[in-house]
């Protein structure tokens, strides 16, 4: 796939996603982008994969561009709230690749991290599943957290046709659109909060909060606003976060559980990005964790990935009995959720 490919496959994913402004942004520079100067010459040239599975170009490029926006540096005048003709956006984009050349293409340098909180929609009710058999406090694991704001799903509240999970006074409240049977009805106490990340994003500085920030699109001030307030979140709930990679971290940290805690390991769109090498290790780990767990150790695995249907699979295992539930499916981004029936589940 050539780079402009990768753009304009990137734009339609953006508009499916509800970002309009994205999708003509990256239309936009799939169609004018030329060689000539330093930024166009690095994406124009790119040695990798440009696609949205492997080192999404567009993304790293729509960030950087966003970073500048929201610093106030550039772009303030023809992105939203503002909606200005393709000539005047394009011309105000042009401008910010020559002004910035040097910023931008530090951030070219590195991949997408975006901490989609609504996500969060659909662990929450995994967990509430978990607890349904298993009632033990639990630890979460999660693997390419990024800056770990998923790693406080308690702390956020889901509201779907009168049924609630989480608290009532939480600054942070996600009301997708539901579709299936009702969760169960009971969020377990979380004891622990790990993750792991090639590179992850401390959200409580400045430079992490505006990366956090930058990878959501302009024209979605409702993403914008939920995640400064689960960034705000995030100074006052810890959770433990190490650079590294997930295959090498997992099997320490699972290797001596606690006696009377659930181990809960997750990841949301985040399997696609781990190598080979990567996702076997993952694999060994898992495998070595469960072959082990006993009632009182109890293991689960929740999975929000693409397979190829509509937005992500939701899939969670659960160890010593080995049960393998398909929960249903999620969109991408948390506006809807489709939920699997879950009677067999003791509440």
Known sequence: ????????????????????????????????????????????????????HADNVPLRLGGALHALKLEGLALEDV?????????????????????????????????????EVRRSAAILPALAAVRARFDLPVALFELGCSGGLNLRPDIFRLEIAGTALGPSDAPVVFEPEWRGAMPQPKVPTIVGRFGVDLNPIDPTTSDGKLRLLSYLWADQPDRIARTRSAIDLATTHPAEISKGDAGDWLPRVLNAPEPGVLRFVFHTVAAQYFPKSTKDAVQNAMDAAARTATANTPLAHFQMEADGGSGARLLLAMWPDGEQLELGRADFHGRWIEWAGLSDLKS
Not at 86 to 98: E, P, T
């Open 79 to 115: 992105y939203p709230p503002f909606d200005v003709p393709d000539d005047l956006l394009w011309s105000g984009v042009y401008k910010a690749m020559q002004d910035h050349a040097p910023r931008l293409m530090t951030w070219l340098d590195n991949p997408p991290q975006t901490n």
């Open 1 to 52: 796939m050539s780079i402009r490919d990768a753009f304009l496959e990137q734009s339609e994913n953006c508009a499916a996603l509800g970002s309009p402004f994205m999708g003509r942004l990256l239309a936009l520079l799939a169609d004018r982008l030329s060689r000539g100067t330093p930024v166009a010459e690095k994406i124009l040239t790119w040695p990798g994969d440009p696609r949205a």
